[in-house]
């Protein structure tokens, strides 16, 4: 595409050719191949301006910059607000192409990665970008965000279209929604989970954080909105779903540690996963799958082949991997396994630094009430020091004393010498992540990893039926 075409009708100042052909657009020097337009947009950490050098060895013709350089040989496209064109000129270049999709958003502070993974299920063929995986047909791409930058949405978006999806679910996180990385994407339906208090070092105030969920709501054609969530009056109108309440109600929930069914409408479902709050889940997709057309006893019969999504209550014998890293997900998981476990429940956990320190608290009074046994351990310290961390959830046990492990392979080999065969063991935090951030070093971590190589003969013989 031409330059002048990409750029047609947008007030910018170019200096230089504007007849060059663009092959791509970039944001990050590293991914610049040759013909590409490089977007030098100032970040929280780094000015894309002083990458601009590396663009342009890379094979960049062109860049979008805030400040004309006379020293630049190459064209220069200026603009005031950098940051502001970024989706724009992502949507062009790909040809807008959610508007050839069915396009499903899901938000909310948990719950997002199962219900979209459960929506695509039922609406195959169908693309998914979600916090663990970006899945087009068969390729499938491991995620570094819940919600990617506006140039790499637009363009798995254009390769759903291009490989035959009819169908686009993505996980809007409200970084996502209010870093502008969703902007230029038509979204039919807009799909609400629940709210809690989070992300506060971000959005400061629990209704900042909702307002920008709400972003979200404002901009789909229709919505599907959790009943039983306070929060839900907040985001707007659309059709509900509940336990409690809502229009499409799930009734006779009966749990078991192989799976759950209840009915809707007096149509059985059975889900082969467990716990009440993924009775919520389902119950979103089933909503978002009615919305357009869907029958229930078509549903019911789909969602028998479900496949969960990766460490999200994953199991390895009787020890259990969950994303859970907040205190309304941890309480949720530890509930469920003291339901089905007939020992104790023992959970191995940390929290993140430079996040939302509230969470520490809260994972700690759910671990407090809900686990037999637990285990502080480190989840990307990142720039925090990590006994500082342990030492803030420690603070937050009235009930029990937990055991303190910082290094995290030693805490899970500990969960592991200490239970039973009865026991159940909870993971809890990481879940897909495959790093581990210490400091300024970033080393490969993968808790599923270690849980199955340090299986050692005794713990196999109680643990792996």
């Known amino acids: 595409m031409k330059l002048k075409k990409l750029l047609k009708g947008l007030k910018v100042q170019v200096k230089g050719n504007q007849d060059v052909e663009i092959s791509g657009i970039s944001i990050d020097s590293r991914q610049v ?53 970024e989706a724009i000129l992502a949507a062009r270049f790909y040809s807008y192409p959610s508007e050839e999709l069915f396009v499903a958003g899901v938000t909310g502070t948990k719950g997002k990665t199962t219900s979209a993974y459960l929506i695509k299920h039922l609406l195959e063929p169908a693309g998914l970008m979600s916090t663990v995986e970006t899945v087009v047909g068969e390729m499938r791409m491991y995620a570094s965000y819940t919600t990617h930058d506006a140039i790499y949405n637009q363009r798995w978006l254009k390769e759903m279209v291009e490989t035959g999806c009819k169908a686009a679910v993505l996980e809007v996180s409200s970084h996502g929604l209010a870093q502008g990385r969703v902007d230029e ?45 306070p929060w839900s009056a907040c985001m707007g109108k659309g059709l509900t779903y509940g336990i409690e309440q809502g229009e499409v109600r799930a009734e006779k929930i009966r749990l078991s540690p192989e799976g759950t069914s209840f009915t809707v409408d007096g149509c059985e479902f059975y889900i082969p996963l467990i716990g009440k709050f993924n009775v919520y889940n389902t119950l979103a997709a089933i909503a978002a799958a009615l919305s357009v057309g869907k029958p229930l006893f078509e549903m019911a019969q789909k969602l028998r082949s479900f496949q969960p999504p990766p460490a999200r209550l994953e199991r390895v014998g009787n020890v259990y991997i969950d994303f859970a890293h907040t205190g309304e997900a941890l309480e949720n998981v530890l509930q469920t396994l003291q339901e089905i476990s007939t020992g104790r429940v023992i959970v191995v956990f940390g929290c993140g630094g430079n996040r939302d320190p509230l969470r ?75 790093e581990q951030i210490l400091g300024s070093r970033t080393i490969p971590f993968d808790d599923r990893k270690v849980v199955e190589a340090i299986l050692i003969p005794f713990a196999r013989n109680k643990f792996i039926n």
């Open 360 to 434: 520490r608290t809260s994972m700690a009074k759910a671990a407090d009430t809900y686990a037999d046994i637990s285990i502080i351990t480190n989840d990307n310290p990142r720039q925090e020091d990590p006994k500082k961390i342990a030492e803030e959830i420690v603070m937050g046990f009235r009930q029990t004393t937990p055991l303190v492990e910082l290094d995290r392979e030693k805490a899970i080999q500990k969960a592991l010498e200490i239970a039973s065969g009865s026991d159940v063991i909870l993971i809890a935090g990481k879940g897909h992540e495959r």
């Open 33 to 85: 191949a040759f013909g590409h337009l490089f977007i030098a947009k100032k970040g929280k950490v780094f000015d894309g301006a002083q990458f601009v050098p590396q663009a342009i060895d890379a094979g960049a013709v062109a860049v979008l910059t805030d400040i004309y350089d006379p020293f630049l040989k190459k064209t220069q496209v200026i603009y005031h607000n950098v940051h502001e064109l």
């Open 185 to 229: 994407i038509a979204f039919d339906l807009a799909v609400f989970t629940n709210l809690y208090p989070d992300h506060l070092d971000y959005h400061k105030t629990v209704e900042c954080y909702a307002e920008e969920k709400k972003k979200l709501f404002q901009r789909a054609r229709s919505s599907i909105l959790n009943a039983d969530s």
